[in-house]
């Protein structure tokens, strides 16, 4: 019970709202621009580049400028490697099948190895997930658009990041003296403990990514790469207990999620509509991503779907479906990844039986 209760407490406000806004506004301008503009086929580009407003929340803004330019150039590596992925698949002319396979391997590569530069470069949120999401999500987009136009609406959304993210010195009572951060090197401990992070990050993006395929060719639903983001969820955490109710949480948020997502594609929004309720989720997900784990994904559930289906469409309850259990196989996968070295210390250290006597 007192495990169930600490899943559902809410922490206390840190000035939330500021970064929640400020991540909204990245979002939504770029993506309303491109509904002026008629050119919705590229706003899955605005959307992951707008995750360089994620990063340096609540950092003085000298620092908060460089972590923001540190993520958002990793980002953009990621997003050219994506595209530049999936038309990999096309010139070598892959089967379907093999094309998935290609996308499993190339995003357990970017799992562990974008943790370990978010580590040596001391981000926060620490992690892959977002550069899992943004390579595969791209990667598996069937008809390409133009890669420098693609390229171009993500290099103009990390810029406008970077603009929102050095906002407030508009206003002096927000304005403090400017400060370059000094760069701090990782300890021979850290950087031991930023390998084997990097592992299990490997380890259970590419377990999850193998289940959900095969499970997929079985059973006829895809979108394996949600497992895979599922999966590293578990792995951020201090404490054993702590990662695991972080699996059990992306769990029960995105079923409640899925419903919010259901009731707004009943809707069906115009095209301005849904991409204020994207900017709606991405300022509630902000508001308790760290605060209460649930709520957020009650938010970031329909974010992330909506914003799929503005570049590939698909049937809403194939979308609810797939979702659900490519999570339950993520969630899963990345909660025996925490689990294991436990199990395994607790198995080595068991005595051994005495011999019997002939």
């Known amino acids: 019970?007192?495990?169930?209760?600490?899943?559902?407490?809410?922490?206390?406000?840190?000035?939330?709202?500021?970064?929640?806004?400020?991540?909204?506004?990245?979002?939504?301008?770029?993506?309303?621009?491109?509904?002026?503009?008629?050119?919705?086929?590229?706003?899955?580009?605005?959307?992951?580049?707008?995750?360089?407003?994620?990063?340096?929340?609540?950092?003085?803004?000298?620092?908060?400028?460089?972590?923001?330019?540190?993520?958002?150039?990793?980002?953009?590596?990621?997003?050219?490697?994506?595209?530049?992925?999936?038309?990999?698949?096309?010139?070598?002319?892959?089967?379907?099948?093999?094309?998935?396979?290609?996308?499993?391997?190339?995003?357990?590569?970017?799992?562990?190895?974008?943790?370990?530069?978010?580590?040596?470069?001391?981000?926060?949120?620490?992690?892959?997930?977002?550069?899992?999401?943004?390579?595969a999500a791209i990667a598996s987009i069937p008809n390409q658009p133009s890669l420098w136009q693609g390229m171009l609406v993500a290099v103009l959304t990390v810029a406008f990041s970077l603009l929102v993210g050095l906002s407030a010195r508009v206003a002096p009572s927000r304005r403090r003296p400017w400060s370059w951060p000094r760069r701090v090197r990782l300890t021979d401990a850290e950087r031991r403990v930023a390998w084997l992070e990097a592992g299990g990050y490997l380890v259970a993006a590419g377990l999850a990514g193998t289940l959900a395929t095969v499970a997929g060719e079985l059973l006829g639903f895809g979108h394996n790469y949600w497992a895979m983001v599922a999966a590293v969820v578990p792995l951020v955490g201090h404490t054993t207990r702590h990662r695991i109710s972080r699996g059990v949480q992306r769990i029960i948020g995105t079923g409640l999620g899925l419903v919010l997502l259901a009731a707004i594609l009943l809707l069906e929004p115009a095209p301005w509509l849904t991409v204020l309720i994207i900017a709606v989720c991405q300022f509630g997900a902000e508001m308790f991503i760290a605060r209460q784990y649930v709520l957020a994904q009650v938010f970031v559930t329909p974010l992330a779907l909506i914003s799929t289906l503005l570049v590939a469409p698909v049937p809403a309850g194939t979308l609810l479906r797939d979702r659900f259990l490519e999570t339950l196989i993520g969630a899963a996968v990345g909660v025996a990844v925490v689990l294991a070295p436990a199990v395994w210390r607790r198995l080595r250290s068991r005595p051994a039986s005495a011999p019997q006597p002939s």
């Open 1 to 135: 019970m007192k495990f169930l209760a600490e899943m559902f407490t809410m922490a206390p406000a840190n000035k939330d709202h500021h970064p929640a806004i400020r991540c909204a506004v990245g979002v939504f301008v770029p993506l309303i621009s491109l509904v002026l503009l008629g050119r919705l086929d590229l706003a899955i580009f605005a959307s992951f580049g707008a995750f360089t407003g994620i990063y340096g929340r609540n950092e003085p803004h000298g620092r908060r400028f460089v972590l923001q330019l540190q993520a958002g150039t990793l980002m953009l590596g990621i997003i050219l490697l994506g595209t530049l992925t999936a038309r990999a698949g096309t010139a070598w002319a892959l089967a379907p099948s093999d094309r998935t396979w290609l996308q499993v391997l190339a995003t357990t590569l970017v799992a562990g190895g974008c943790s370990l530069i978010v580590a040596w470069w001391r981000l926060r949120p620490a992690g892959s997930l977002f550069h899992i999401f943004a390579f």
